[in-house]
């Protein structure tokens, strides 16, 4: 396990800078959102948490189509399929690694970007933990997507459009909490542990999905 | 499977031989179910009394409702015959899936368009980011993936698997968006929205109503066997082409 786990992290940095780029994209998506709003700051401070959770939500897309394809090119994946513990488990450390390097970096480096969209540190605070407990989910159901689209070709744009309906509550519920966390009358609890019930969610339900599509696909 | 010991099951139609004898039979009969239900079912929704606050706009409901509902239904019907693929390997499990597709995305749409035009006179706006109508969006989105996955594998056999996967996915948590966009809209709108009481159904709009709903049934079921009677017809014509295409040119060389 955590062999696998070291290996799919010395992978993706020796590979050249997953990590970085996934915050590269952060920033970019981040810093294009005045442009289309314009410089008002109130109204930035306002958009902050939606601004902040929609660019992680798109940079955690980022690497998913190379998930299991890197693997099937090499041949790797049919050993990891031909493992005698559940496929599941491998495909949570899989998803694991992978938010490690993608989702992390991007909940690291939301105090700068909160910091320049004017957001109050207790803003700061709840977006960074909406983010931990939300970003993995994405990993997670992302792993059905890629999974599905293992011998497509060209199967970026699609894991996009058959992920994005799927992950519509984690980004409710992260931006609900992160509302109530600023407001008074709205609630930060119960949106925020929502969040967390859908990540608990999908660490089953994505890896064992994705286990019943990679173990027929193997050939 | 033995061939000569046939059970009326659900197996017996694992040859499409017998599948498309049954279908070809079945057609006919539920068209004209199709057209009697829809015949009637107009009629009565025609002859519906006009609603005190609504006028004749209620008569949206008939067209709008039972699309709404059959929207949900061949999702329901695709999440069986995903079930269908993996767990029996059905040959027919993965036609009907990918023939219950292109078909409940026309109902999302139908019920969208209907309910923007229903929308316009009762709530002055043709959309409304309203917690139903997002979540039938978001419906629609999930049908057009599914369809463009579908499309996307060379093989149409080798998309079997990936589509029913998905659309089990999706079943599991289309029920938490649906959920979560309930919520979602509760917190951003209160009651501001211009709610639209809707009058306690009597029986002369609930009679039609059902007649309608069970007309879209027969007309989804009729589309639905049409469909799959054509997509094993394509497979046919597919496997024909690779077998002409294998064989080496008589005549040349």
């Known amino acids: 396990m955590f062999a696998l786990l070291k290996r799919e992290i010395l992978l993706s940095i020796r590979a050249g800078g997953g990590a970085l780029t996934g915050v590269l994209f952060f920033l970019a998506v981040v810093s294009v959102f005045p442009f289309a709003v314009g410089p008002d700051t109130k109204l930035l401070t306002h958009l902050a948490p939606a601004v902040l959770w929609i660019g992680a939500l798109l940079a955690s897309l980022l690497g998913l189509d190379r998930l299991f394809a890197q693997e099937r090119e090499d041949g790797s994946l049919d050993l990891l399929v031909m493992q005698p513990h559940p496929l599941a488990i491998t495909i949570f450390i899989k998803a694991i690694a992978h938010w490690l390097m993608t989702g992390l970096p991007l909940v690291l480096a939301t105090p700068l970007f909160g910091i320049m969209l004017n957001l109050s540190p207790l803003g700061i605070g709840a977006t960074m933990i909406t983010l931990l407990a939300g970003t993995p989910a994405i990993a997670f159901i992302g792993t059905v997507g890629a999974a599905v689209s293992v011998k497509l070709p060209r199967g970026g744009m699609l894991i996009s459009v058959l992920v994005l309906p799927l992950v519509i509550p984690i980004l409710i519920f992260g931006v609900a909490a992160i509302t109530g966390a600023l407001e008074d009358p709205a609630p930060f609890t119960s949106p925020f542990l929502f969040v967390c019930a859908i990540t608990l969610f999908t660490s089953v339900i994505g890896p064992l999905a994705a286990s019943v599509m990679l173990r027929h696909s193997a050939d | ?253």
């Not at chain 2, 969006?137 to 999930?142: M, Y």
């Not at chain 2, 597919?238 to 040349?252: F, H, W």
């Open chain 2, 1 to 253: 499977m033995t061939t000569e010991t046939i059970k009326p099951s659900i197996w017996a139609f694992a040859n499409p031989t017998r599948f498309m004898g049954f279908a070809n039979k079945a057609i006919p009969i539920l068209a004209i179910i199709t057209f009697i239900l829809l015949a009637v079912g107009l009629w009565m929704s025609l002859n519906a009394p006009e609603d005190y606050q609504q006028g004749y706009t209620v008569l949206i409901m008939f067209i709008h409702v039972p699309a709404a509902w059959l929207a949900m239904m061949s999702y329901s019907v695709m999440s069986i015959s995903a079930i269908g693929t993996i767990v029996w390997r059905h040959p027919l499990a993965d036609v009907s899936l990918r023939s219950a597709a292109p078909l409940g995305a026309m109902f999302t749409i139908l019920a969208l368009a209907t309910g923007s035009l229903w929308g316009k006179p009762m709530w002055g706006t043709w959309w409304e980011w309203d917690a139903r109508m997002t979540s039938v969006l978001v419906l629609l989105i999930i049908y057009l993936g599914l369809i463009a996955l579908a499309k996307a594998f060379d093989e149409p056999s080798e998309a079997a698997l990936p589509l029913a996967v998905m659309t089990l996915t999706g079943f599991a948590i289309i029920p938490i968006i649906k959920f979560s966009v309930d919520w979602w809209n509760t917190l951003h709108q209160p009651a501001s929205v211009s709610r639209f009481d809707r009058p306690a159904m009597g029986p002369e709009f609930l009679y039609p109503l059902l007649i309608m709903a069970l007309a879209y049934m027969a007309i989804f079921f009729t589309l639905h066997m049409m469909s799959m009677r054509n997509e094993v017809l394509s497979r046919r014509i597919r496997t024909l082409k690779m077998q002409v295409a294998r064989k080496p040119k008589t005549g040349e060389a």
